[in-house]
């Protein structure tokens, strides 16, 4: 959609500034119009963001009667928005790098993976990014230029070699050297939210886990990480960082399709104590974009579960979901 120049009074300068609201990205073009030689100012009808728009007058003006004619400068709207999603190699990333690039008429998609083996996994596309995120310099090619930010990464508990189900015992977990829930789920989420920070980035959504009220949750003891507390950690530099955010604390993540479930929010983990505390991977995946449509999630952090399947009503609102949201952190 072109975004066209209102014009009513046009000034004897040689170039005047404006800057719309924030919205959307434009691209510019430029086009000719006559205007009156009364004209002193030029008004733009619609603004939609903080990219700049420039009236360009030529120093020499062409006189044709009692008319003069100026290059205005206008916007054409690019209503997509470039989203990154880093941990695009996992089970839940690559639901929601593959949601993106189904919706190219709404997303230009981006991904992050640790390595070339998760890029062939995903697809080898050029909108792959390979970086690590515990070093900040290597997140900036695949940051730079980016709308949004969806963090998927997280720390991955491995079972210790020689578990024997037989016996009647509990499996024992390890972390990798490097990939502790400290490194990953803390310092590696931290350079993500700086870097977004520096490159200007509007929203973040970041999916975590219910149960980080509880520091003696069973998962906390996994390889001794306390993978929620260094989440929650994470979560909380994201709430004070100034940058619009949507947090969304999954529960027990189910590889099951999605979009036929009623989904329901809490907080607090008190969803913890009831039934509802399941949630299928494409669920949370489309709430992580849905959440970049609506004001309503922003800056809010909530607990995210659904209802077993024939219950209730499949979530088709998502305004309406989100507008129940009252806690920020």
């Given amino acids: 959609m072109l975004i066209m120049a209102t014009t009513t009074r046009v000034p004897f300068v040689s170039a005047t ?16 119009i006559n205007l009156p030689v009364s004209s002193t100012s030029l008004r733009l009808s619609s603004c939609y963001s903080t990219s700049l728009v420039s009236l360009a007058l030529p120093r020499s003006f062409k006189r ?11 916007m054409a709207e690019s209503s997509k928005s470039t989203v990154l999603v880093t ?9 929601v790098y593959k949601k993106l690039k189904e919706r190219p008429n709404e997303y230009i998609a981006r991904g992050l993976v640790r390595s070339e ?16 995120i515990r070093d900040t310099e290597s997140l900036a090619p695949a940051i730079q230029g980016i709308d949004a930010l969806i963090i998927l990464t997280s720390g991955v508990p491995l ?61 906390n003891s996994l390889g001794d990480g306390n993978i929620l507390v260094w ?22 993540l189910q590889d099951k ?26 669920d949370v995946a489309e709430v992580c974009l849905q959440a970049l449509n609506f004001e309503e999630a922003q800056f809010k952090a909530f607990d995210l579960a659904s209802k077993p399947e024939g219950t209730g009503s499949p979530t088709k609102d998502f ?5 129940q949201i009252t806690t920020r952190f």
């Fill in 117 to 132: 083996e998760s890029k062939q996994k995903i697809g080898a596309a050029d909108d792959v990014f390979i970086g690590d």
């Fill in 87 to 95: 941990g695009a190699g996992g089970r839940t990333g690559q639901i």
């Fill in 159 to 219: 079972m210790k070699p020689g578990f024997d189900p037989t016996q009647g015992k509990r499996p024992e977990f390890y972390f990798e050297d490097g990939a502790y829930p400290e490194q990953v789920d803390w310092i590696g989420q931290k350079n993500q939210i700086d870097a977004a920070k520096a490159a200007g980035v509007k929203q973040i959504v970041l999916v975590g886990s219910m149960g980080g009220t509880d520091l003696n949750h069973p998962l």
């Fill in 257 to 282: 399709e999605g979009g036929i479930r009623e989904l329901v929010i809490g907080k607090d983990d008190e969803l913890l104590k009831t039934d509802i505390r399941t949630i299928a991977r494409p």
């Fill in 231 to 252: 989440k929650r950690k994470a979560e909380q530099y994201l709430a004070d960082s100034g940058i619009p955010y949507t947090i969304i604390r999954a529960g027990g």
């Fill in 319 to 323: 305004k309406a979901l989100f507008s």
């Fill in 64 to 74: 044709g009667g009692n008319r003069r004619s100026v290059v205005v400068v206008a």
């Fill in 17 to 32: 500034t404006f800057f719309p609201n924030q919205c959307h990205k434009y691209s510019l073009v430029a086009r000719t």
